[in-house]
């Protein structure tokens, strides 16, 4: 069995770990109980009724008095004196952990350990599972259905643009801020992505961290996302025909939502082709570890 207790990272970083590991418990039947997203609690609306994988949203108090009884002095006694109690961690994944052993023992996330230097597939059987156990509030998704209904109104695609600003200047040197001239390149080169539409026949909407990204660009067809809250946005996101944008675990999750295109730009010269459009990160085998590989 696996508890997840703790995750260090942000929200969308721990949906995706939370959805691959789900993803391996399912298909290897490992029981799995996932404590680590109490604090989101007003987000989500679960509706997986499962007795093999369970995400049970812990008040914020009985959350870190569970984590500090895990960290007690007492608990490192039982871990080095229990096998049948084990931490996951850095230096011990559970992508190369023998399943048979993951089921016979109770193995903790608590901190590290989530993701993997190898992250293996969802599969499609899977996807299902994983979105029922991690849904969104449910005003909130039909919030989204309305907005993509009116923004398709006398378009035949829409197109979201995760434009990913923020903590984005700092991370990873500030090799994925691009500017508002590098967005609207990007927009002028979506049409040759859909060669059988009509540029006019497209709208595009900006889903971004920054308050008024692009709001100045006098077009028709661009709108900012009205949705108001980061899950918000990737629900509407997940409603489009395609994503583009930096890599980044928020678009990852955003196209997995409903299965939509993704399409990630890795550096400020990057042409859009549409060799470079994909499925949602978690429907295959990767490396969070590389660089552009989210």
Same mark, same amino acid.
Not at 60 to 82: C, D, F, P, Q
């Given at each position: 069995?696996?508890?997840?207790?703790?995750?260090?990272?942000?929200?969308?970083?721990?949906?995706?770990?939370?959805?691959?590991?789900?993803?391996?418990?399912?298909?290897?039947?490992?029981?799995?109980?996932?404590?680590?997203?109490?604090?989101?609690?007003?987000?989500?609306?679960?509706?997986?009724?499962?007795?093999?994988?369970?995400?049970?949203?812990?008040?914020?108090?009985?959350?870190?008095?569970?984590?500090?009884?895990?960290?007690?002095?007492?608990?490192?006694?039982?871990?080095?004196?229990?096998?049948?109690?084990?931490? /996951?961690?850095?230096?011990?994944?559970? @992508?190369?952990?023998?399943?048979?052993? %993951?089921? &016979?023992?109770?193995? !903790? *996330?608590? =901190?590290?350990?989530?993701?993997?230097?190898?992250?293996?597939?969802?599969?499609?059987?899977?996807?299902?599972?994983?979105?029922?156990?991690?849904?969104?509030?449910?005003?909130?998704?039909?919030?989204?259905?309305?907005?993509?209904?009116?923004?398709?109104?006398?378009?035949?695609?829409?197109?979201?643009?995760?434009?990913?600003?923020?903590?984005?200047?700092?991370?990873?040197?500030?090799?994925?801020?691009?500017?508002?001239?590098?967005?609207?390149?990007?927009?002028?080169?979506?049409?040759?992505?859909?060669?059988?539409?009509?540029?006019?026949?497209?709208?595009?909407?900006?889903?971004?961290?920054?308050?008024?990204?692009?709001?100045?660009?006098?077009?028709?067809? /661009?709108?900012?996302?009205?949705?108001? @809250?980061?899950?918000?946005?990737?629900? %509407?996101? &997940?409603?489009?025909? !395609? *994503?583009? =944008?930096?890599?980044?675990?928020?678009?990852?999750?955003?196209?997995?939502?409903?299965?939509?295109?993704?399409?990630?730009?890795?550096?400020?010269?990057?042409?859009?082709?549409?060799?470079?459009?994909?499925?949602?990160?978690?429907?295959?085998?990767?490396?969070?570890?590389?660089?552009?590989?989210?």
């Amino acid at each position: 069995m696996i508890i997840v207790v703790r995750q260090q990272a942000q929200i969308s970083n721990r949906l995706v770990a939370a959805s691959a590991l789900i993803g391996h418990c399912i298909r290897h039947k490992i029981p799995l109980l996932i404590l680590s997203l109490g604090e989101y609690k007003s987000q989500f609306e679960p509706q997986l009724e499962s007795q093999l994988v369970r995400v049970i949203f812990l008040p914020s108090l009985l959350h870190r008095l569970t984590v500090r009884l895990l960290n007690s002095r007492l608990m490192r006694l039982i871990y080095s004196r229990r096998s049948w109690l084990q931490n /996951l961690d850095n230096q011990r994944a559970w @992508s190369e952990i023998e399943p048979a052993r %993951l089921r &016979s023992q109770i193995w !903790l *996330i608590n =901190g590290s350990g989530d993701w993997c230097r190898n992250m293996p597939a969802v599969q499609e059987e899977e996807a299902a599972t994983i979105r029922l156990a991690l849904s969104f509030r449910s005003q909130w998704q039909r919030q989204a259905d309305a907005v993509s209904t009116q923004l398709r109104m006398d378009r035949d695609a829409l197109v979201g643009v995760h434009a990913r600003r923020g903590d984005y200047a700092t991370h990873r040197g500030g090799r994925w801020f691009y500017d508002e001239q590098d967005y609207l390149r990007w927009i002028n080169q979506v049409p040759d992505l859909f060669p059988s539409l009509q540029p006019e026949r497209l709208r595009f909407v900006v889903c971004s961290n920054e308050p008024g990204f692009l709001a100045n660009t006098a077009r028709s067809s /661009l709108s900012a996302s009205p949705m108001g @809250s980061a899950a918000g946005d990737q629900l %509407l996101l &997940s409603k489009c025909d !395609l *994503i583009i =944008g930096p890599p980044s675990t928020f678009s990852v999750w955003a196209a997995f939502l409903s299965d939509t295109h993704l399409l990630h730009i890795s550096s400020r010269d990057q042409r859009l082709q549409t060799s470079q459009i994909r499925r949602s990160t978690l429907f295959y085998d990767w490396r969070p570890n590389r660089e552009g590989e989210a």
